[in-house]
Antibody
Framework: EVQLVESGGGLVQPGGSLRLSCAAS????????MTWVRQAPGKGLEWVAN????????YYVDSVKGRFTISRDNAKNSLYLQVNSLRAEDTAIYYC???????????WGQGTRVTVSS | QSVLTQPPSASGTPGQRVTISCSGS????????VYWYWQLPGTAPKLLIY???QRPSGVPDRFSGSKSGTAASLAISALRSEDEADYYC???????????FGGGTKLTVL
């Protein structure tokens, strides 16, 4: 069974930083695109970033460009999201998800909560 | 304001057929596959439909997806109480070089 487990969330002041992690198991991690999607309280889903199987391609939503960095370590079956210069509007649950061959984001992790507040 | 437009709510009674629309543009729905996800309160989203009209294993054939031009739709037949959830459409947007989601539709089973 494929399992994705996020960690690293927490309460941080505006301007602060966090490193979110996503540990994958039950899949050949290096064969999957990986994605971060977030959901602000009471709001819908927002794609944040994704990264190709070998890390050679990365894409970001405009609102996080220059502040967030997606990366992966295939040897550790892990995905990361370095989030810097955090703003109140970054407050959300951050989910990681895997995808392959255009078969959609599946599965998703349980999410890690990031709260940006002074 | 989401790039993809969904109605904020939909409803139906048990046994009915409901459809949820998702409107986009030539740079997203018009040129790429559409995906549908569903989410129960307090839980992570789950894949419902991929590549516009394909169902992952385990998803009942009561759920179907389609697309015409720059609009897509999700149809749920023989509605059941357990279908009550939030539904999101998503696709790749070539102009934005990123994935875009609809704002979500809250389905209520009356």
């Amino acid at each position: 069974e494929v399992q994705l487990v996020e960690s690293g969330g927490g309460l941080v002041q505006p301007g602060g930083s966090l490193r979110l992690s996503c540990a994958a198991s039950g899949l050949i991690f290096s064969r999957y695109w990986m994605t971060w999607v977030r959901q602000a309280p009471g709001k819908g889903l927002e794609w944040v970033a994704n990264i190709k199987e070998d890390g050679s391609e990365k894409y970001y939503v405009d609102s996080v460009k220059g502040r967030f960095t997606i990366s992966r370590d295939n040897a550790k079956n892990s995905l990361y999201l370095q989030v810097n210069s955090l703003r109140a509007e970054d407050t959300a649950i951050y989910y990681c998800a895997s995808s392959r061959d255009g078969s959609g984001f599946d599965p998703w992790g349980q999410g890690t909560r990031v709260t940006v507040s002074s | 304001q989401s790039v993809l437009t969904q109605p904020p709510s939909a409803s139906g009674t048990p046994g009915q057929r409901v459809t949820i629309s998702c409107s986009g543009s030539s740079s997203n729905i018009g040129s790429n596959h559409v995906y549908w996800y569903w989410q129960l309160p307090g839980t992570a989203p789950k894949l419902l439909i991929y590549k516009t009209n394909q169902r992952p294993s385990g998803v009942p054939d009561r759920f179907s997806g389609s697309k015409s031009g720059t609009a897509a739709s999700l149809a749920i037949s023989a509605l059941r109480s357990e279908d009550e959830a939030d539904y999101y459409c998503a696709t790749w947007d070539g102009s934005l070089s990123g994935w875009v989601f609809g704002g979500g539709t809250k389905l209520t089973v009356l």
